[in-house]
């Protein structure tokens, strides 16, 4: 049975820190590309980050450049995403992939980051 579930979200001022953690099972998590996404109020889902199976590689979106990064640890089958220097715009709810091509793609439900003062 496929899992891949998040957890880590929260309230958190601006200018802050948070480590989202996305813990998977149930497939060969170093063969799958790990994703983060997020989708803010009213707003499209936006992809954020990408890791590649053997965590060489690594890619962002340009909002979050520079203070997001994104790893893995295959032998815990977790991908995190570390969060630096918040933003109220960064409020979302962030959600972890994990695709493989010719092979499904499985999401997690998703954790809510909230950036507020």
């Known amino acids: 049975q496929v899992q891949v579930v998040e957890s880590g979200g929260g309230l958190v001022q601006p200018g802050g820190s948070v480590r989202l953690l996305c813990a998977a099972s149930?497939?060969?998590?170093?063969?799958?590309?790990m994703t983060w996404s997020r989708q803010g109020p009213g707003k499209e889902r936006e992809l954020v980050a990408t890791?590649?199976?053997?965590?060489?590689?690594?890619n962002y979106a340009d909002s979050v450049k520079g203070r997001f990064t994104i790893s893995r640890d295959n032998a815990k089958n977790t991908v995190y995403l570390q969060m630096n220097s918040l933003k109220p715009e960064d409020t979302a709810v962030y959600y972890c992939?994990?695709?493989?091509?010719?092979?499904?793609?499985?999401w997690g439900q998703g954790t809510q980051v909230t950036v507020s003062s």
């Open positions: 890791i590649t199976g053997d965590g060489v590689s690594t």
């Open positions: 992939k994990a695709q493989r091509r010719g092979f499904d793609a499985y």
């Open positions: 149930g497939f060969t998590f170093s063969l799958y590309v």
